[in-house]
């Protein structure tokens, strides 16, 4: 029987290599996305070998009060999930969420209020059926505050909170809930990043994504090398810390 697959934030780089691998194992996909445009490009691509994509949103996933209907209309539609992956974010700017409310709040909109409105209804519905494996794309800036991203990495440590009790919770009933640290991909999203041998590419990750589904689900590091830095970042002292530039600079 082939898998019963939600992707939110689908037409991410990451998220659409995802949908490419279960796309040619037959999965069937539940896609959901910002960009009308764009996913129905991908939903066309990906039903091309074959009717894979069994249906599809096009939703501003902060408007957070209509996000438990369409976790409802996704559910109903595969008749289950089997999978879940919450893959969208906003990198915001650093600088002017200093400053600005509004920024700073886009980015806690986006990177933690979203995804838990969505969370809400996953969790309950993959509780209610005793299976299911429900995935969150989140950061390793997520876990020390760094001057360069720590609005953004604020947001993406409370998710990683948020799913710890979450797995917790699911854990009787059988749910598994991973937490995808990310280290930096090149993606649209770091374009205007300078690139370094720390940065993967979206088909690495999501390669790397799809191998953690196979475990029981924690902490899942992409790349997993990031695992190592971060033990080490974690534990050094704040006075250490904040005089070392390479890792609390601008």
Known sequence: MSERVLIIGATSAIAAAFARLHAQRGSQLYLIARNRERLA????????AGERVVGWAS?????LAQNAALVASAHARLSGFDLVLIAHGYLG?????????????????????????LLLEI?????????????????????RGRPRNYTYGAAKGGLSRYLEGVRSRL?????????????PVDTP??????????????????????R????????????????????????LPEPIFQRLSFLSGR
Not at 41 to 48: G, I, Q, S, Y
Not at 59 to 63: G, H, P, Q, T
Not at 123 to 143: F, K, P
Not at 171 to 183: E, I, K, Q, T
């Open 171 to 183: 854990y009787p009933s059988g749910v598994r809930v991973y937490d995808f640290r990310l280290g």
């Open 189 to 210: 999203m770091t374009h205007d990043h300078p690139k370094n041998a720390l940065f993967t590419t979206a088909e690495r990750a999501a390669a790397r994504i799809d």
């Open 123 to 143: 969790a309950a519905r993959c509780e209610a059926q005793a299976s299911g494996r429900v995935g969150v794309i989140t950061s390793v800036a997520g876990e």
């Open 93 to 117: 700017d650093q600088l002017r969420s200093e400053t600005d409310l509004d920024e700073a709040l886009a980015s806690l909109r986006t990177n933690l209020l979203s995804p838990v409105s």
């Open 41 to 48: 490009a991908l939903v066309d691509e990906l039903n091309a």
């Open 59 to 63: 939703a501003d996933l902060d408007a």
């Open 212 to 235: 953690g589904f196979a475990g029981r689900g924690r902490a899942v590091y992409v790349p997993g090398f990031w695992w190592w830095i971060m033990l080490v970042v974690r534990w």
